[in-house]
């Protein structure tokens, strides 16, 4: 909620406040964010705040506001802030607390775009923004037809793919990439990972080494730990040591 305040992506038209709520330094800061917006602040029932909020835990305030803004593949291929793009493809993830972690790491991380497929995979939705902590309120998404010709695309716009998988030919800590590279990552689904399509498609597909006994890591796990991969090589310069 904060974060959707302080971003100004998108229009609030109201913060709705529960009237049973215990009062706390986070839900001030967003009263006093909205008021300052000239965004009007109502008090309601906790069972009418439950559902506004059509989740389990609104922690005591919800926002009515507009839709997330929606870009275009081809615009996610635009360089900002003086990088090369930083890509975070996602293939048919559809547990919401993955993709919304996933999605808080990719913020953090510097990522400048996510693409997800828009068929037979989760999107945002109540769960996957409150576990997402306001990441989405920063990362353009592209929805697209099917992730396999998204990579095409960005392949032919210069783009680096790297999927993510056990079965990789190379590990994640060789992967050569500087600020100058543009780059995605392309992180599979909860248990098959990545289909065969994409796979195919990927200009390499890196490992995380693993030392234990475990087979795998979780899906947000493992996209936490490449995308900061990707970003500390990009911090290091033309050698990405």
Same mark, same amino acid.
């Given at each position: 909620?904060? !974060?959707?305040?302080?971003?100004? &992506? $998108?229009?609030?038209? !109201?913060?709705?406040?529960?009237?049973? &709520?215990?009062?706390? =330094?986070?839900? !001030?800061?967003?009263?006093?964010?909205?008021? %300052?917006?000239?965004?009007?602040? *109502?008090?309601?029932?906790?069972?009418?705040?439950?559902?506004?909020? &059509?989740?389990?835990?609104?922690?005591?305030?919800?926002?009515?506001?507009?839709?997330?803004? =929606?870009?275009?593949?081809? !615009?996610?291929?635009?360089?900002?802030?003086?990088?090369?793009?930083?890509?975070?493809?996602?293939?048919?993830?559809?547990?919401?607390?993955?993709?919304?972690?996933?999605?808080?790491?990719? =913020?953090?991380? %510097?990522?400048?775009?996510?693409?997800?497929?828009?068929?037979?995979?989760?999107?945002?939705?109540?769960?996957?923004?409150?576990?997402?902590?306001?990441?989405?309120?920063?990362?353009?998404?592209?929805?697209?037809? %099917?992730?396999?010709?998204?990579?095409?695309?960005?392949?032919?716009?210069?783009?680096?793919?790297?999927?993510?998988?056990?079965?990789?030919?190379?590990?994640?800590? +060789?992967?050569?990439?500087?600020?100058?590279?543009?780059?995605?990552?392309?992180?599979?689904?909860?248990? *098959?990972?990545?289909? $065969?399509?994409?796979?195919? &498609?990927?200009?390499?597909?890196?490992?995380?080494?693993?030392?234990?006994?475990?087979?795998?890591?979780?899906?947000?796990?493992?996209?936490?730990?490449?995308?900061? +991969?990707?970003?500390?090589?990009?911090?290091?310069?033309?050698?990405?040591?």
């Amino acid at each position: 909620m904060r !974060e959707l305040l302080l971003a100004g &992506r $998108r229009r609030v038209r !109201e913060v709705l406040v529960s009237a049973d &709520r215990d009062d706390s =330094e986070i839900l !001030e800061d967003i009263t006093e964010l909205a008021a %300052g917006l000239g965004v009007p602040v *109502r008090q309601v029932s906790a069972s009418r705040l439950r559902a506004e909020a &059509r989740t389990e835990a609104p922690q005591g305030v919800v926002a009515r506001c507009a839709p997330l803004p =929606e870009v275009d593949l081809d !615009e996610l291929l635009v360089p900002g802030g003086g990088q090369a793009p930083f890509l975070l493809l996602l293939d048919g993830i559809t547990d919401p607390q993955n993709l919304g972690a996933a999605l808080r790491s990719a =913020e953090c991380a %510097g990522v400048t775009g996510v693409v997800l497929p828009r068929h037979r995979a989760v999107h945002v939705t109540p769960t996957v923004a409150k576990a997402a902590a306001g990441a989405i309120e920063y990362l353009p998404m592209a929805l697209v037809g %099917g992730l396999p010709s998204a990579i095409g695309v960005l392949r032919a716009g210069g783009v680096l793919t790297v999927g993510l998988d056990a079965g990789g030919e190379r590990s994640l800590f +060789e992967l050569e990439v500087d600020a100058a590279q543009p780059i995605a990552l392309v992180l599979g689904a909860e248990g *098959r990972g990545l289909s $065969r399509l994409v796979r195919q &498609r990927c200009d390499l597909v890196a490992a995380i080494p693993l030392l234990g006994r475990l087979a795998s890591l979780n899906v947000a796990a493992a996209g936490a730990l490449a995308c900061f +991969e990707v970003a500390r090589r990009r911090l290091a310069g033309p050698t990405g040591a």
